[in-house]
T-cell receptor, first 115, second 113 residues
Framework: SQQGEEDPQALSIQEGENATMNCSYKTSINNLQWYRQNSGRGLVHLILIRSNEREKHSGRLRVTLDTSKKSSSLLITASRAADTASYFCATDPNAGGTSYGKLTFGQGTILTVHP | NAGVTQTPKFRVLKTGQSMTLLCAQDMNHEYMYWYRQDPGMGLRLIHYSVGEGTTAKGEVPDGYNVSRLKKQNFLLGLESAAPSQTSVYFC????????????FGPGTRLTVL
């Protein structure tokens, strides 16, 4: 089953604009992670936010987490053409026992940044 | 360091044939994972391993078997391929399961006719 639902499914913007992607999930989590996938390539880890954190920054990335609403957002500021990729949220569910990193991925948001 | 590598990159099978996908990592990671990615869907976990000699089922394990005889290698086997197993397969590894990012290989594109 898909734990995460991402919105929008596709996003098209101009270089320099900000891009915001949202992720909702269903169950309690240990952490939430965002990954990027360029066309035809493997996934690359962007950022991890723990369940007790509300906001995290990494370079031009800003991630928020609202556990009461079971949602997260990824903001990419001052986007570049090289940011064109698919972005996935992944949750590490808190099942009450040891976490083995069994991530559950959303369907992803396809981001296109036009030069 | 090569990171996570996968062999082969592409493969076409006929229904009923068998094959093994190889994943290797040179980062001395304990945890390894096999996912499949289908169009319009996120990755789904097939099997995973928390250390050499251990394996466990993920979300979609049916039709697949795995082995982790050496810490650096994680093999995914299809004993009798079916068209429903046409997918892109990704291997990943992490230092531990908790609060650790996963490092992904480049993927294997498998088509079952």
């Amino acid at each position: 089953s898909q734990q995460g639902e991402e919105d929008p499914q596709a996003l098209s913007i101009q270089e320099g604009e900000n891009a915001t992607m949202n992720c909702s999930y269903k169950t309690s989590i240990n952490n939430l992670q965002w990954y990027r996938q360029n066309s035809g390539r493997g996934l690359v880890h962007l950022i991890l936010i723990r369940s007790n954190e509300r906001e995290k920054h990494s370079g031009r990335l800003r991630v928020t987490l609202d556990t009461s609403k079971k949602s997260s957002s990824l903001l990419i500021t001052a986007s570049r053409a090289a940011d064109t990729a698919s972005y996935f949220c992944a949750t590490d569910p808190n099942a009450g026992g040891t976490s083995y990193g069994k991530l559950t991925f959303g369907q992803g948001t396809i981001l296109t940044v036009h030069p | 360091n090569a990171g996570v590598t996968q062999t082969p990159k592409f493969r076409v099978l006929k229904t009923g044939q068998s094959m093994t996908l190889l994943c290797a990592q040179d980062m001395n990671h304990e945890y390894m994972y096999w996912y499949r990615q289908d169009p319009g869907m996120g990755l789904r976990l097939i099997h995973y391993s928390v250390g050499e000699g251990t394996t466990a089922k993920g979300e979609v394990p049916d039709g697949y078997n795995v082995s982790r005889l050496k810490k650096q290698n994680f093999l995914l086997g299809l004993e009798s391929a079916a068209p429903s197993q046409t997918s892109v397969y990704f291997c990943a590894s992490s230092y531990s399961g908790v609060l650790n990012e996963q490092f992904f290989g480049p993927g294997t594109r498998l088509t079952v006719l």
